[in-house]
């Protein structure tokens, strides 16, 4: 039986069984298939991790991307919804901060720590749904289009291209206008318009695997496009797509605020976006209200930049040609 | 926005593989033609797009347009009418089809103006704004990088690659109310220097060495906003394909012939290592677009970016059309410059 096997497969062959990475004595019966596969998924987690690790910027973004996280979620235990609510506001207007406002308030009286706090739920909650959106649809698309190739690859490729050209602000502006306003327009606008660059680069990836030796025993062995895909290409393609999640996410996050911003979000919902649009429109700018303008811009730019340092530093991880640069 | 950054040599590098590449004479020709072809292409999908995206989509674009407002059934006839909803599908996309390609966007609904006639007016401010922004953001972006990737690994690439990120991850709209607060309003010590928008003021005596110097005034906040947060596409670009060349056999030939380091540098490194830049400010018009949107609607510089915005409160959906359409038929067009300026500028492409 031969065996070609490419040397930047990970791990050592996998048809010999191989004691487990925790090391529980000495194998007897030969490990299911899947065993195998766990243990060697395991691993590869675990170089890549060490490998993370050593990128301190890397790991300062996933640190403050933990903590942002955990404070979102634990918004509805640490804090009172009612202070959202514009009827139940007690301060006055555009206050400076003070020892009972920390960050001042609002045009209504309420509080802007209180605001920044839940709208990173929404600003976090959109950017992520929007990624999920367009990642899924560009891997869908890449992996067809490299997979089946010929017609279906040039017809997809060509859509891919037009949506790559077109700006995706304008494109989106366009969605969210003739759709009824909420949030799940604001996910749709931007789901569907980011998802080009994730499907050009699974199309290469793809490409790129589909090109090893294995996929052709794999072909030769009767293997249905169904495994083929499943089994074979995604696992060689995934790890990519989730670098190019976390990216993602950045611009996102960034396109939400923006369309928000243009007052194209929810109106019945707090995000940083809509914060700073309501800044704007009631003179908080003029007024030099600055305790209502930083919170929520700070906010979008450090959950920005987080994500960035996370998607660069899994790059490296994933792509040995960056290391060391 | 932020993946483009981080991989530009990815959309440059595979750009010209897939059409036209297997050609001896008759090459540059049939690339031309193809890369024509395929911008015709996309112009005709922008035109589709932004037909059915309009009028389609929604189901009614004349609910949308009267949205949150009471219209009695003989207007909202008289609206259908007047917008040619009542004909066939087909014949009102061939009317519209017909009617873009002369120059015929149709009449704003908000203005009673002709949409081509509004967009004709606020043309020249963008163009005055993005381009002034592109250039600055250029040449900052160039000497940085530049500097950066040679001294790679030194404190002053350290320092500029964070501020470039850093810069990257601010949304446009938020830098511009900082600006506007600090530089315009005033905060603190700091008076307010410079307008708070418009392109001119009222009180400009007449001539046109004071108008200039008015419409300069009202541009600094503006620009310096776009430019802050674009440069940092092209830093990050000329520094990664400076890191490129910097191994290359010719630099070392070029030192050992005894050259200083700053001739090798600007003579020999920087030129070829300037091609994806050159590009690379075509392909990302696009996004020099959108931020004029948000510094347009920040600093009411009356350009089509504040036309958008404010056709959006309405929404006045012809005039969005006619910008959607304008918009990104310019990007298009950009991008065919940028293709068939990166085949002439490269001869390792035109060769290969």
């Not at chain 1, 859509?159 to 003739?178: E, G, K, Q, R």
């Not at chain 1, 589909?210 to 293997?223: D, N, Q, S, V, W």
Request: aromatic residues 8%; hydrophobic residues 50%.
């Amino acid at each position: 039986m031969t065996e070609t096997r490419s040397p930047s497969d990970d791990g050592p062959a996998e048809r010999v069984s191989v004691p487990p990475a925790g090391g529980d004595g000495p194998v007897v019966k030969p490990r299911s298939p899947r065993a195998i596969a766990w243990a060697r998924r395991r691993r590869a987690f675990a170089t890549g991790w060490t490998s993370f690790r050593s990128q301190r910027a890397g790991l300062v973004g996933l640190i403050a991307l933990a903590v942002i996280a955990v404070l979102a979620l634990a918004a509805p235990l640490l804090t009172d919804a009612t202070g959202l609510d514009v009827t139940q506001a007690t301060a006055d207007r555009l206050e400076p901060p003070s020892m009972q406002y920390w960050l001042g308030t609002d045009e209504n009286g309420r509080s802007v720590l209180l605001l920044t706090w839940w709208g990173a739920r929404i600003s976090l909650l959109v950017g992520l749904a929007a990624t999920v959106l367009s990642v899924g649809i560009g891997t869908l698309v890449g992996v067809l289009a490299a997979h089946f190739g010929g017609l279906t690859s040039a017809a997809l490729m060509r859509v891919t291209d037009f949506f790559l050209v077109v700006p995706s602000l304008v494109l989106a502006i366009a969605l969210s206008t003739v759709l009824a306003r909420g949030l799940g327009t604001i996910v749709l606008a931007i789901g569907l318009t980011a998802w080009p660059t994730t499907a050009r680069l699974v199309r290469a990836q793809t490409l790129a695997v589909e090109a090893r030796p294995y996929i052709e025993r794999a072909k030769a062995l009767g293997a249905g496009h169904g495994h083929l895909i499943g089994s074979h290409v995604l696992p060689g393609v995934l790890p990519l797509v989730f670098a190019n999640t976390t990216l993602a996410v950045a611009s996102a996050v960034i396109a939400e605020s923006t369309l928000s911003f243009l007052g194209l979000g929810d109106p019945t919902q707090v995000s940083w976006g809509a914060m700073l649009k309501s800044a704007m429109d009631t003179g908080a700018v003029t007024g030099g209200a600055w305790w209502y303008l930083l919170p929520p811009g700070l906010g979008i730019v450090t959950v920005v930049l987080a994500f960035t340092l996370c998607g660069r530093a899994l790059e490296t991880v994933l792509n040995p040609r960056l290391r060391g640069r | 926005m932020v993946s483009d950054v981080l991989a530009p040599s990815e959309s440059l590098g595979d750009a010209p593989d897939s059409e036209g590449r297997s050609g001896g004479g008759s090459g540059l020709a049939r690339y031309v033609a193809s890369k024509v072809a395929g911008a015709a292409t996309s112009l005709l999908l922008v035109i589709l797009l932004g037909f059915f995206l309009f009028r389609v989509l929604p189901g009614d674009p004349v609910q949308t347009m009267t949205r949150g407002r009471a219209v009695s059934a003989e207007q909202i006839a008289e609206l259908r009418e007047r917008f040619g909803l009542d004909l066939p599908l087909w014949q009102q996309f061939i009317d519209y089809l017909f009617g873009v390609l002369r120059g015929d966007l149709g009449v704003s609904y908000f203005y009673s103006r002709p949409v081509s006639d509004l967009i004709a007016e606020r043309f020249w401010p963008t163009v005055l704004l993005a381009g002034s922004a592109t250039i600055l953001a250029v040449l900052l972006g160039i000497w940085l990088g530049t500097r950066s990737a040679w001294r790679h690994g030194s404190r002053f690439d350290r320092t500029a690659t964070g501020v470039a990120l850093t810069l990257w991850s601010v949304p446009t709209f938020w830098l511009g109310l900082i600006v506007l607060m600090v530089f315009a309003v005033g905060v603190g010590p700091i008076p307010g220097m410079f307008p708070t928008g418009g392109i001119t003021s009222p009180d400009t005596p007449p001539g046109v060495i004071p108008y200039v110097l008015d419409v300069a005034h009202h541009l600094v906040l503006p620009c310096i906003t776009m430019v802050a947060v674009i440069f940092a596409q092209y830093q990050m670009v000329m520094r990664s394909s400076l890191l490129e060349e910097m191994g290359a056999d010719y630099l070392t030939t070029a030192r050992a012939k005894g050259l200083r380091d700053e001739l090798v540098r600007r003579r020999h490194a920087v030129p070829n290592a300037m091609l994806p830049t050159v590009t690379l400010i075509f392909l990302h018009l696009g996004l020099v677009v959108s931020g004029a949107i948000m510094v347009e609607t920040v600093f009411s510089w009356p350009g089509l970016g504040l036309l958008t915005y404010q056709a959006l409160d309405v929404p006045d959906l012809p005039l969005l059309q006619g910008t959607f359409i304008v918009l990104a038929g310019a990007v298009v067009a950009m991008n065919l410059v940028a293709d068939l300026l990166y085949r002439f500028l490269d001869p390792r492409v035109r060769a290969s």
